[in-house]
């Protein structure tokens, strides 16, 4: 029997999340749908094998049994090296894949001609992105919170305290980018009491923002002057700039880093598709979170998220269930023809790369998606 989604235990170091979570198998397997997952794959979360027996999924034994099993795959981070021998062409995989750092898995893909449908991809008509959101939003509350326990100096930080003291002046909290990250770390930020900054160069995100909090946050309009003269005064610097499903440009020279406060914290959150900040040039985890440069910390962890994995697996699983009810209703082709957020998450299908912006940062052909599954019929 060949189930409608697989889930395995996810690989990556310090990924403690988990795809779909007990209640979310229950719903799908009401729509007559089947869910197997790998034994303990929930266990990091909070979620118990009799929990997901309890709700309709199979337990299978061992990862093996679930990948050759399953129709769809259904993970958080990429697929890793290991786990590249159960790829086949009948396959498809939906997950974060942030393929225009991840050549060779992309290769790989390609091979075997697994059809790729990263959860970063997906995107409304009106350019929203609903699976990546919901881990924007952790991740921006976190990155706040991991930057304020940094910057204590038995972590090799200032000694700074966010919130200050009556008397003593608070933390200074710099923000780039005023996306989804940006906006949640700036809200938890303001919550903390930080003296908070936020830089973007969408003139509409800064009067959205401003016109939320006032003066309770400064708003810049981002541009290297700026940037040279403000970011030096941070305590906190959080960078958080994403061009879809490209790499991630760099906003903060070296230059600029090398004037920064020592002891003082740089946490990188477009670590995912490269980071914004030039110094920043490795990944690091949750259990070695910083590395020290010019006598500045720098936390550039990719799955800052799995810091909280109950609440982030809910989020995610949540996310995911009207797309998976789609796919497995319809069938991969017919769901991708049908479901234009689906068709813009597709990365690669049949052997080709069908995202024209991952194609362009791995210098590879692209192939429009629609010229291999047929246009939607009207």
């Not at 992105?129 to 910057?151: D, F």
């Not at 996310?319 to 319809?330: D, F, N, R, S, V």
Request: glycine share 8%; proline share 4%; with cysteine.
């Amino acid at each position: 029997m060949k189930y409608n989604f697989g889930v395995v235990k996810e690989l990556k170091e310090g990924e403690t999340r988990v795809a779909i979570t007990p209640d979310v198998v229950a719903i799908l397997c009401s729509d007559g749908l089947s869910v197997i997952i790998e034994s303990k794959a929930g266990e990091k979360s909070g979620f118990s094998d009799d929990e997901y027996i309890k709700n309709g999924a199979t337990v299978a034994k061992d990862a093996k049994e679930v990948w050759e099993n399953s129709k769809i795959i259904v993970k958080v981070k990429e697929p890793q090296k290991c786990e590249f021998q159960y790829f086949r062409p009948d396959l498809a995989i939906f997950s974060y894949l942030h393929l225009a750092v991840e050549k060779e898995l992309t290769l790989e893909l390609l091979k075997k001609k697994v059809t790729a449908i990263a959860s970063e991809s997906v995107e409304t008509e009106d350019k929203q992105l609903p699976l990546l959101t919901p881990m924007s939003e952790v991740a921006g509350r976190l990155a706040v919170q991991i930057g304020a326990n940094l910057l204590e100096i038995h972590n090799g930080g200032s000694g700074v305290l966010l919130s200050g003291v009556p008397g003593v002046q608070p933390g200074k909290v710099i923000i780039i980018g005023a996306g989804v990250v940006g906006f949640n770390a700036a809200q938890t930020a303001i919550g903390m009491g930080a003296d908070v900054s936020i830089f973007d160069v969408n003139p509409k995100k800064l009067v959205q923002i401003d016109g939320i909090y006032g003066t309770s946050i400064k708003t810049h309009y981002c541009n290297p002057a700026k940037i040279e003269q403000e970011v030096p005064k941070a305590d906190l610097l959080i960078t958080s700039v994403l061009v879809h499903s490209q790499l991630a440009p760099k906003i903060i020279p070296e230059n600029v880093v090398k004037q920064m406060k020592k002891g003082s914290v740089i946490v990188d959150v477009a670590i995912d598709q490269g980071g914004n900040v030039e110094t920043v040039d490795k990944t690091t985890t949750h259990n070695n979170p910083t590395y020290e440069k010019y006598g500045v910390l720098h936390c550039a962890i990719p799955n800052i998220p799995s810091a909280v994995p109950r609440t982030a697996s809910y989020a995610y699983s949540y996310a995911m269930y009207p797309y998976l009810k789609e796919l497995g209703e319809h069938g991969i082709i017919e769901a991708i023809k049908e479901k234009h957020e689906l068709s813009n998450g597709v990365n690669t299908f049949n052997g080709e790369i069908t995202n024209q912006a991952v194609a362009q940062s791995l210098d590879m052909d692209y192939t429009q998606i629609e010229l291999l599954v047929g246009f939607k019929l009207k």
